[in-house]
């Protein structure tokens, strides 16, 4: 059984915490405590029945008023697969919710109102799941049964999207119309759109294909611990531990440490469970190399035939998530796979206007906005362009004084 | 090209990846173990993420004195087993010196165990405490973030979380602050015992099916020396296993015959209550008693 993780986007009221609701109802994920408990709360809201999208508002404050905080962490598993959603609220804070939901998804759903069609906001959804690299993209048109499964109006949403995400460059768009309220082809095949002949919600989930989804060609080590323990049996360990972030190693291949360019060869790959001949994205192990060199955390163990870039400057979208907006010149700490060095922001070489794509010359760059800038970091980072590899194509930065994280990554390119 | 990993593969992986983040940012970590099968399956990342080498952290328990006994003894010989250090803090000793007012004897310790907890990580100087808590268990924990900051008072403000993007985890903290630390996250209670199968791991005995005194107080509770029946109530002799490990006095076990870690996932499958709905009766009180536990410091 595998793992796919997806996130929801919609603007306000458009369903999305229905729609999750509808989904663990009827894939038998919701407990009957949790159906008490949202009884209850409806009641006291003065409705009846269950309002399903009471399951994801976990916090007090979130119940009371009846809307949604913060990212919330759903988990469900059919016979094919196990799921982990990332529900995010669609209110000012949007941005930076959907940017922290979609950061590790395999998968966007995003909602349409069919009243409503395509708004601003769902070309704004699309366009933050594409650049946060979400290989998958479903659009739900949900509230069919307010149009009366009309398949005019689907068909013209459809239309509409489509052209927009073709101009984005998006690859894997699907539709599907749905009722997440009354549950049409959610999990079960809608009676009522007799004339919609694909697959339902989870049939869609549970089929799309996610192995190609992690970039299994560019083999990407960095290093997060250097392992010596000193133990007598074992005198002479020395591992270096981490994550392939992407594609595979083997013992005996050829390797280069970067950025110091020093050579040599996987003598192991150990783990707790044996050693391994060959080991891939995303697995935890500890390489022992051949020759004994100085290797230490933030350095990056890779094949020689296809190297990332070493870089001091590089160019970068930004998704600023702190109430102190971004200045040109800033200083900042910036971690990017396991190598945290000091960085200044040396230029904001434009803003996106979210809503229409049009880019344009920004001063600053405040909460919740977009913008290309150009970084230039103390040490040099080792790392490819985010959309041929999120792993080593991604960073935060940090605010040194408040040790908050203010804002999300990307890196496009280096001069 | 080798087969994709299993769920459970890739959430191993991701929990190794945190543990090695922590050891590799904090200065001060520890590992909070309960003897509970979430943290024992904790030490087994750990082993993963650490083996050769020794644990980077001690482990350490908040003891209320009101575990079951069988937990305790295995949380002992587990220390000694894996030969790492455990440091055992008590709330009975808290008491003692007067940070914690009690009402009765036999009352629930769930929530003294913040004042104990929040007193040793401030007398080691922990900067980060790894917690077996999984964002499954329960409303307030699915908001969480796998590092979660914690204030010079301990406290949660779940309102004002930093973003965890990626798996780049900003673990900086100021003097004082710390962080908890969930690599369980992203696990539910079947990938637990899924996990516990795969990996043939040892839990305390009371996880299965066992003949065991309850009386009915709106759940089965065990009886001990802090449950007596009272005049009236009948004592069932019924077997039982329990879901969670927590205070004798409020953790109820639910009716079972499971007696294998295949038998409960099998169980679990077609359970049809959430893991603390069933077994904890202070998680009944209020919707939020979750929430206001952690904002107070709670694991
Ligand atoms: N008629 C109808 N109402 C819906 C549907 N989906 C959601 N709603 C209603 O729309 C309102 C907002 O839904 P909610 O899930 O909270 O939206 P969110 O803000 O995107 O999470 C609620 O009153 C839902 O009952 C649908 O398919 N049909
Ligand atoms: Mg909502």
């Known amino acids: 059984m595998d793992l796919l993780r997806f996130t929801t986007a919609g603007s306000v009221d458009d369903g999305k915490s229905t729609l999750i609701g509808r989904l663990l109802y009827d894939a038998k994920s919701i407990f009957e405590d949790q159906l008490q408990a949202m009884e209850r709360s409806t009641e006291r809201r003065g409705g009846t029945g269950v309002d399903l999208s009471l399951l994801t508002d976990g ?105 927009f995400c073709q101009q984005l460059g998006a690859r894997d768009v699907r539709f599907i119309p749905i009722s997440a309220l009354h549950g049409d082809n959610v999990v079960e095949k809608s009676a009522r759109m007799p004339w919609y002949t694909g697959d339902t919600l989870l049939d869609t989930l549970e089929g799309i294909h996610i192995q190609h989804d992690i970039n299994l060609r560019d083999f990407r ?42 050579r040599s060869h996987i003598k192991d790959i150990v783990t707790y469970d044996g050693n391994l001949s060959v080991a891939c994205a995303p697995q935890s192990v500890t390489l022992m190399l051949e020759d004994h060199i100085d290797i230490s955390r933030g350095d990056m163990i890779v094949h020689p035939e296809n190297p990332p870039r070493s870089a001091r400057e590089f160019h970068a979208m930004l998704c600023w998530m702190s109430e102190q907006p971004l200045h040109p010149r800033g200083k900042y700490l910036i971690k990017h796979t396991t190598h945290t060095a000091k960085a200044v922001v040396q230029e904001i070489e434009h803003k996106v206007d979210i809503n229409t794509l049009a880019t344009g010359p920004a001063s600053e760059l405040k909460m919740n906005e977009i913008g290309r800038v150009l970084i230039k970091v103390q040490r040099p980072v080792v790392c490819d362009a985010y959309r041929d590899n999120r792993a080593s194509g991604a960073f935060i930065v940090i605010d040194e004084h408040t040790n908050n994280t203010v804002a999300a990554g990307m890196i496009e390119g280096a001069d | 090209m080798p087969a994709p990993l299993s769920h459970l593969d890739v959430l191993e992986s991701e929990a190794i990846h945190i543990m090695r983040e922590v050891a590799a940012e904090c200065k001060n970590p520890a590992l909070l173990f309960s003897g509970g099968k979430d943290s024992i399956v904790m030490l087994r990342l750990a082993e993963k993420a650490f083996r050769p080498g020794r644990f980077p952290f001690p482990l350490m328990h908040v003891d209320t004195e009101h575990n079951f006994p069988e937990v305790i003894a295995f949380r002992d010989r587990r220390a000694a087993e894996l030969g790492e250090r455990l440091i055992v803090r008590s709330v009975q000793d808290s008491i003692d010196r007067g940070r914690i007012k009690i009402r009765h004897e036999n009352e629930s310790r769930n929530v003294m165990q913040t004042v104990t907890l929040l007193d040793a990580i401030q007398e080691f100087g922990f900067d980060a405490c790894f917690g077996g808590a999984r964002r499954d268990e329960e409303k307030a924990r699915a908001k969480e973030r796998i590092f979660s900051f914690r204030d010079e008072f301990g406290q949660w403000d779940p309102k004002n979380q930093r973003p965890e993007l990626w798996d780049l985890y900003n673990t900086r903290v100021h ?99 959430t893991e603390r709905g069933a077994t904890r009766m202070d998680d009944r009180t209020s919707e939020a008693s979750m929430e206001l536990r952690k904002r107070e410091g709670y694991f």
């Open chain 2, 175 to 273: 003097p004082g602050e710390h962080m908890r630390v969930f690599p369980l996250s992203n696990w539910t209670e079947m990938d637990i015992w899924q996990y516990i199968a795969r990996e043939k791991l040892e839990v305390p005995s009371i996880y299965y099916a066992h003949r065991r005194d309850v009386v009915w107080r709106g759940g089965w509770l065990p009886v001990s020396h802090l449950v007596q029946p009272k005049a009236g109530e009948e004592v069932k002799n019924i077997m039982v296993r329990f879901r969670t490990v927590g205070d004798m006095s409020c953790t109820c076990p639910v009716e079972s015959d499971a007696a294998t870690a295949e038998a409960i996932i099998l169980e679990t499958a077609g359970s049809r209550i």
């Open chain 1, 59 to 163: 916090l007090q404050a979130e119940r009371e008023q009846g809307i949604t905080i913060d990212v919330a962490y759903r988990y469900f598993a059919t016979p094919k697969r196990k799921f982990i959603i990332a529900d995010t609220p669609g209110h000012e804070q949007y941005t930076r919710n959907m940017v922290t939901g979609a950061s590790t998804a395999n998968l966007a759903i995003v909602l349409i109102d069919a009243r409503k069609g395509v708004l601003t906001q769902s070309r704004r959804h699309a366009y933050i799941a594409h650049l946060l690299g979400i290989p998958h993209l479903i659009a739900a048109i949900n509230k069919m049964d307010l149009v009366d499964y009309s398949e005019a109006v689907y068909q013209s949403i459809q239309t509409d999207f489509s052209a």
């Open chain 1, 221 to 262: 080590f960095p290093v997060q611990l250097v392992c010596s323990p000193q133990i007598s049996g074992l005198p002479d360990f020395r591992g270096y531990m981490g994550r392939i972030e992407s594609g595979c190693v083997r013992a005996g291949d050829d390797i280069v440490v970067l950025p110091s360019g020093h």
